[in-house]
């Protein structure tokens, strides 16, 4: 076996232990551990082979970039994962189904993201979704968790539906399913070409449904609302991460920006998720659906990266740079997105944004946190989201696109509102102190948030190193 | 490191002052002020080159020039650097600070500690505005400025102080993406251009793009400034963020924070886009003559002290706007004399407003009347600066009006005409402002309680008066400080240059 599994194997290591510890008796505090353990030596083992070489198979493809990824991806799995632990005491069930479960959703997730054949990406992609029925819905008393866990199953396997049949029509063109034949041989054409184009729309579909992206949004407030934070938290990054990747792998590797069709549905829908996610945004009271549509929001500006063209309108928007564009949002967005989960799993009873009134003047190193991820969000200047955002104006710029740099501009104004919502809920006075009494602010809260902090302020200050290291890795 | 030591100083000092008010409410305060005078020591070796060496200022444009890498991969450069004009609107910032502080002193008595980080990192920010000479960290700066002072709009401010701070916040911001979109788009055709990657300033104007976006990019610098001045259509946010701001924020914001809206048109815009702004100009002064107009004209209506100061501020600059697009030196000189000028008058004129608020607990012009049997010394100070508003020959205000208007007439007489009707308009707000506070119907009668002026606030106001006299009668020094042969702007040839 190959060494670019170790990660993955370790992993599936940790889920066997897992089922047989459940087998033997029921602990909660060793689930976790294994959890923790399995995940880290998958972490180093994936950090080992950042320097390998790059190689390939029938069903999955192991480069650079694929291994930042994966590497990327546990690093989010690690700091959800050492969040769980507290949530879990607080609820009424049995605690250790859930590791079970996350460890399964980051293994579909890693398959995901190397994945260079239909059927391991379907299988990635199954395995996750699978997964989080089980964790969305995971508390059972709980109406609206299992109002979510359905909504979640019915959607997604509609989306799966989609993906296949998209799949079934590529195969019937191309005669195979691994993506570097699929979609590099497209001179001989046994389909006429709207027939390529309604199977690309078909994988749309799917995949944007998991991206939540407009018109398939609906069900992610909801969702995000309903089902247990740190479920939401990796819906949010994990889910994302991976489904973004492939879809990303697809258009570039196809070529797919040959069809102007193809480019006309790519911008409308990204026009549309920015503007739908910042205006539904506005007025929302609770702060996981204000999460959730800044999510359709901030993947609507990552869908700009689809319409790089390499015409060479400008020479340094080669197509490292859109690669590096990317890969440099995604991490700002992902860490900052973590990092504004956990403060909110520190925060329990925490529930709506007036509710956050007045905590800057009781726990003001979690407000200052809480306000600096907001900020970072929205893309104030010295954070992380900023620097993002800089990369992303900078390429679409070189790129001449007009229309969607002004969609960005007027949409990130709207969705500074909501960001601004919550800063000035939480600068507010309030004579109400009792109900920050649940308030976790324990040792290794603080020192999270601190390595958040570094995080986003840091890498935001001094940005050289971290776009330094992604120039490397998509150079 | 001089430089840097100046952004650094305030930032320190903020964040000590915000510590210290664990120890005493009283700390942060002093703290501040050690701050403020603290930050004069980097300008004094600076102060010995520049003041007393009138030859270094004709060898080159900067004095100070210094940097270092901060993202090598877009060419990025933490650049910062001074010539005369940053010098004078340093000077100036370093002074509002004191101001500020000053009129903050008994004001602000919650959250003390927070506040002077707050009032701290806003100046840093202005200062690094007026320093960055890299793109980027300009852009930089000019956000991030706007943050410490949304929190001191939004935290100690009036009664509608959340809707205030957030209108000026995502105005700023609005006028902040549409700046990193042209800057990102300049950079863009610089470097398709010339194939050099650089948001060095210095570098950038040397070869000053072309092509149909020029224009387009000109426009977009031109807005995120106008926004900041403010120039008319952009300018709602100012009356609010004035009226609910405790006085030292109205203080810096009227005093620094506009100034930085001309400084960038002065610095960016001219420089970087010659032709553009000759296309951009008729507009320019189009805005700037109606703006004069219609902030004297609103000025004149309001009841709120405050907020006929702000109004009067947006009268005030489009003096400047229209000195920045007349392509002629006089007008420019006029421009900048305008910006220190203000500058002073109407931040000293915000502190009366304070002043008055913080005896009578009320703005409101038709609850006030008569305050001279009370408060005389502070009413001949409301005196002073309402004429030094009007536009008084003698004082700063009068040199810069007079100026930006000589310098425009040549090239857009009709439009000069119209905005020199503003001077007019001016006469009649101020004068009302005085004569409603200060004297005409007694609404406030004797009362021993309400004291005058103390010596901390009669000290500030009367260095104030000495400054604007001196800008009045002996303006010449300033304009020699500004180097504007090195500016690589272009002046319109002026056929009637013997008009004065």
Redesign the interface.
Known sequence: MSVYYYPSFILLLGTLMILIQLCFKRNHLASYLISGISLLIALFAQLFLQDKSNSSDALFIFNTQTQFISLLLLMVAGIIWSQIYHWLKTINEQQEEYYLLYLLAVIGGLIMVSSNHFASFFLGLELMSLSFIGLIAYCGIDQKAQEAGIKYLILSAIASAFILMGAAILYLQFGSLSFSSVLQNTSTQILPQWAVITAIIFIFTGLFFKLSLVPCHLWVADLFEGSPLVTTAMLATLSKLAVFIVLWRLVTLGNWQQYQLIIDVISMVAIASMFAGNILGLLQKNLLRLIAYSSIAHFGYLLIVLLFINNN????SSQSFTEQTLYFYLVAYLFTLVGVFSIFMQLPKIKTIDELTGLF?HKPFIALTLMLLM?SLAG???TLG?MA??YL??AA??QQLWLL?SAL?LS??IG??YY?RVI?AL??TSDDDSKFTEINAGGSSVSLNILILAIVLGLGI???SL??FI?NIAG | MSLFLLIIIPLLGGVFSCYSERFSSDLPKKIALATLLIWWLPIIPLLNNMAFDVNALQTSQWLVNQSSNWIPIFNIRAHLALDGLSFLLIILTLLMGLVALSSAWHEITKRTGFFYLNLLWTLAGVIGVFLAIDLFLFFVFWEVMLVPMYFLISIWGHENRQYAALKFFIFTQAGGLLMLLSMCALIGLHYQQTGILTFNYIKLIQNPISGDLTFWIALGFTIAFLVKLPALPFHSWLPDAHTQAPTAASVILAAVLLKTGGYGIIRFVLPLFPQASIELAPFMMIIGAVGIIYGAMMAFVQTDLKRLVAYSSVSHMGFVLLGCFAFNIYALQGAIMQMLAHGISTSALFVLVGMIQHRYHTRDLNQLGGLWINLPKLSAFGLFFGIASLGMPGLGNFVAEFLILVGSFEQYPTITVIAASGLILAAVYSLLLIYKTFFGQIKRPYDSKISDTNTKEWITLISMCFILIYLGLHPQPIFDLIPLQFMELTFIPSTAGALL
């Open positions: 309108t400008v020479s340094f003047w900020l104030i200047p010295l900023f955002k800089f104006v900078l710029v070189s740099l501009v990130s104004i500074l509102f601004l000035m600068i507010k001094f940005p050289s776009s330094q120039q």
